[in-house]
């Protein structure tokens, strides 16, 4: 075989197993599909900042707190 063959077939093997590998196959090997698609999600999410949206109503709310606690 060709190891552009080889490559592809190994790359859509991974693929099923981690998509899918939990839902047909035997106990040991579903958990380690389960826990390799945790850790795969978890990175590619830790690879994006949490974006915190800026208050647009932030300086009113200020001075409206200001003015209640003066009272």
Do not use: C, H, W, Y
């Amino acid at each position: 075989m060709r190891p552009k063959t080889i490559f592809t077939i190994l790359f859509f093997l991974s693929l099923i197993f981690i998509t899918m590998g939990d839902q047909f196959l035997p106990q040991p090997l579903s958990d380690l599909s389960r826990n390799t698609r945790v850790s795969i999600n978890k990175m590619l999410i830790g690879l994006f900042p949490k974006k915190e949206f800026k208050n647009p109503n932030k300086r009113t709310e200020d001075a409206v707190e200001q003015l209640e606690q003066k009272q």
